[in-house]
């Protein structure tokens, strides 16, 4: 059971947005950085974000995130079939002493 | 590049020790950084299991510490996995990667299915 929640699924037509979130608490994301990855099945998972907000290089800046006290969104803009993929949140949880990753959200492109 | 490869075996009877191995190249684990393990379960989310540092330090997942043993190997730039006792519920892809306060980059993953 994870302690960060994602909406299951979201779905968008290509060129729209989606936003997926990621929800805690204060000895999670509250007090800590969060990062998102991608993970198209069969392929190992990709760092989107890290730090918030940062876009490690090669990510194009069609991908964004952002924190708000113990919630996260990330954001994804002119939408792609590639994008196509689970989306993960992950922080680290400083009750648990551990790295937690979110229930993990799937992206469809209509 | 840093890239990260697992290795081992794809079958473990329960019981038994899952055994694994990474290795990294294009970066010297003695350099720095922490090494990670993380599995993920067929239709489920990732779950961290346990890291270890460059000096050799280990941080582990509370719910697994009493049977994971992670250890490194500088002079063959891999770090390994030790789980023991395993069950049905230890079947998953296992990956590995690069930890800074996030994970990045991972291996391809490597599939352990337990069963006799």
């Known amino acids: 059971q994870s302690v960060l929640t994602q909406p299951p699924s979201v779905s968008a037509a290509p060129g729209q947005k989606v936003t997926i979130s990621c929800s805690g608490s204060n000895s999670n994301i509250g007090n800590n950085y969060v990062s998102w990855y991608q993970h198209l099945p069969g392929t190992a998972p990709k760092l989107l974000i890290y730090?918030?907000?940062k876009r490690p290089s090669g990510i194009p800046d069609r991908f964004s995130g952002s924190k708000s006290g113990t919630s996260a969104t990330l954001g994804i803009i002119g939408l792609q079939t590639g994008d196509e993929a689970d989306y993960y949140c992950g922080t680290w949880d400083d009750s648990l002493s551990g790295y937690v990753f979110g229930t993990g959200t799937k992206v469809t492109v209509l | 590049q840093v890239q990260l490869q697992e290795s081992g075996p794809g079958l473990v009877k329960p019981s038994e020790t899952l055994s694994l191995t990474c290795s990294v190249s294009?970066?010297?684990?003695?350099?720095?950084?922490?090494w990670g393990w993380i599995r993920q379960p067929p239709g489920k989310g990732p779950q961290w299991i346990g890291n270890i540092h460059h000096s050799g330090s280990t941080y582990y997942n509370p719910s697994l510490k009493s049977r994971v043993t992670i250890l490194v190997d500088m002079s063959k730039n891999q770090f390994s996995l030790k789980v023991t006792s395993v069950t049905a519920a230890d079947t998953a892809v296992y990956y590995c990667a690069r930890y800074g306060h996030w994970f990045d980059p991972w291996g391809q993953g490597t599939l352990v299915t337990v069963s006799s």
């Open positions: 294009g970066y010297s684990i003695s350099s720095g950084y922490q």
């Open positions: 730090e918030n907000s």
